[in-house]
């Protein structure tokens, strides 16, 4: 079954950030960063608590995206760890049965959800900090979730 998630309002928004004036840009630039960092932070602390080989906190990265006149324009927060799927969604008991007849469970991993609810969170306090900053300098258009 396919899933879809539907924005209502987010095009205004994107409207309203490119009429900005350049102290917008910077201001807008700054929520984004700290936001996104503070991500980072509550990510890599969790990945920093369930170290055995080290590779879900080493290939936790944090990216910013510019365009030419250096101005922050988005920050890319990735994990690269080939385990990152795993550890946020979690796996099922594994088992098996020796020649003997006994039963072994080899474990279970729970989910986390760290990396995809801390996400989620942080795009929607980005949203509604960006919200808050245009209704602040008179915009009239920012509407809906």
Not at 37 to 47: D, E, K, L, Q
Not at 106 to 112: I, V, W, Y
Not at 122 to 138: H, Q, V
Request: with cysteine; hydrophobic share 40%.
């Amino acid at each position: 079954m396919a899933s879809s998630m539907e924005w209502r309002g987010l095009k205004e928004l994107q409207e309203e950030l490119r009429r900005l004036p350049e102290d917008c840009h910077m201001e807008a630039a700054k929520v984004v960063e700290a936001h996104v960092n503070a991500a980072y932070v509550t990510i890599a602390r969790v990945y920093g608590r369930h170290v055995f080989t080290g590779t879900l906190l080493r290939r936790l990265t944090l990216s910013p995206l510019r365009v030419s006149g250096g101005m922050i324009t988005g920050v890319v927060l990735r994990s690269g760890s080939p385990l990152a799927s795993l550890f946020d969604r979690g796996t099922q008991v594994r088992h098996y049965i020796t020649v003997n007849g006994k039963k072994h469970l080899t474990g279970r991993m729970p989910a986390t959800h760290i990396f995809s609810r801390t996400v989620g969170f942080t795009k929607r306090r980005i949203l509604e900090d960006l919200k808050n900053m245009l209704i602040r300098r008179g915009a009239v258009k920012v509407t809906g979730e």
